[in-house]
């Protein structure tokens, strides 16, 4: 027991290795060597032009992603693709997934989404894509996401009735002194979004976010971790160098592995 209270265990260790990276992209931001985003970025297909192609496919993905949803009960837990870095409880919900790259492509279920994997392997600097498919009524609580190294970017697949409601949506506080205070009740003061099919939006998911489908059919999201842009060279050689070093850790392995459905 005393020895474990000295030294941290290595899961303990790797988050502390992630936040100390996080703070040099932090630092960066404060510097303005780098572009802090707003809560939702939507002029971005100038840095990521192959998004503008993905959109433009989006019938086809939607159609893909209506085959998967047949197979639902088979598919992963987010908890089970790593959702455990995103602290606070917010995987005790009927939240799957379907991934399609985790540092590389899960080529199983890329097999069963050829245009969509197509799509995806014209994107350089993707690192996650899956589709997150949330279920009625459920809310995944406030939380902050684990790389300032990415952007997130969410394409809306499957959003009942294209959100004529308003009864699906997603919030971030982009405050930087509010995110310091790592206090959940301020996601209150955040923008929020609507999705909408065929819509993208792009956010930095190291803010304090969450986000409710309160309808009461499934809501679908194909979700992108996507390589940052336009930094400094010497920040750039760094990402890439952290980045390459993350493919190489057994728990994206692990990741990938746990992401191919469970047979009948």
């Given at each position: 027991m005393r020895k474990?209270l000295v030294?941290p265990?290595?899961k303990g260790?790797k988050?502390?290795v992630?936040?100390?990276?996080d703070d040099?992209?932090r630092?960066?931001?404060?510097?303005?060597?780098?572009?802090?985003l707003p809560?939702f970025?939507r002029?971005?297909h100038?840095?990521?032009?192959?998004?503008?192609?993905?959109?433009?496919?989006y019938?086809?993905?939607?159609e893909e992603?209506?085959r998967?949803?047949?197979i639902k009960?088979r598919l992963?837990?987010?908890?089970?693709?790593?959702?455990?870095?995103?602290a606070?409880?917010?995987?005790a919900?009927?939240w799957k997934?379907?991934?399609l790259?985790?540092?590389?492509f899960v080529?199983?279920n890329?097999a069963?989404?050829?245009g969509?994997?197509g799509f995806l392997?014209r994107i350089?600097g993707?690192?996650t894509?899956f589709?997150?498919?949330?279920d009625a009524?459920?809310y995944?609580?406030?939380?902050?996401?684990?790389?300032?190294g990415f952007?997130?970017?969410?394409?809306?697949?499957?959003?009942?009735?294209d959100n004529?409601?308003?009864l699906?949506r997603?919030?971030v506080?982009?405050?930087?002194?509010q995110n310091a205070c790592?206090?959940r009740a301020?996601?209150?003061n955040?923008?929020?979004?609507?999705?909408r099919n065929?819509?993208g939006v792009?956010?930095?998911?190291?803010n304090?976010?969450?986000?409710?489908?309160?309808s009461?059919e499934?809501r679908?999201?194909l979700f992108?971790?996507?390589?940052?842009?336009?930094?400094p060279?010497?920040?750039?050689?760094f990402?890439?160098i952290?980045l390459?070093l993350?493919?190489?850790d057994?728990?994206?392995?692990?990741m990938?592995?746990?992401?191919?459905?469970?047979?009948?």
């Amino acid at each position: 027991m005393r020895k474990s209270l000295v030294r941290p265990g290595r899961k303990g260790r790797k988050r502390a290795v992630v936040r100390a990276i996080d703070d040099v992209y932090r630092l960066a931001e404060r510097r303005g060597w780098i572009q802090r985003l707003p809560a939702f970025e939507r002029d971005y297909h100038r840095e990521y032009p192959q998004l503008g192609d993905l959109e433009d496919g989006y019938p086809l993905v939607r159609e893909e992603c209506l085959r998967l949803l047949a197979i639902k009960d088979r598919l992963p837990d987010l908890e089970a693709l790593g959702g455990r870095y995103t602290a606070g409880g917010v995987n005790a919900i009927e939240w799957k997934t379907f991934a399609l790259k985790i540092g590389g492509f899960v080529r199983e279920n890329c097999a069963q989404c050829p245009g969509t994997a197509g799509f995806l392997e014209r994107i350089p600097g993707l690192f996650t894509a899956f589709f997150s498919v949330l279920d009625a009524r459920q809310y995944i609580r406030p939380h902050w996401g684990y790389y300032k190294g990415f952007v997130r970017y969410h394409l809306g697949v499957t959003i009942p009735d294209d959100n004529a409601h308003r009864l699906c949506r997603l919030r971030v506080n982009a405050d930087p002194a509010q995110n310091a205070c790592r206090d959940r009740a301020l996601i209150e003061n955040a923008e929020t979004y609507y999705w909408r099919n065929g819509e993208g939006v792009m956010f930095d998911d190291t803010n304090l976010h969450d986000a409710r489908n309160d309808s009461d059919e499934v809501r679908v999201v194909l979700f992108l971790d996507l390589y940052r842009r336009s930094m400094p060279l010497p920040l750039d050689a760094f990402n890439r160098i952290s980045l390459a070093l993350a493919r190489l850790d057994g728990s994206v392995r692990r990741m990938h592995d746990a992401a191919i459905p469970r047979p009948n």
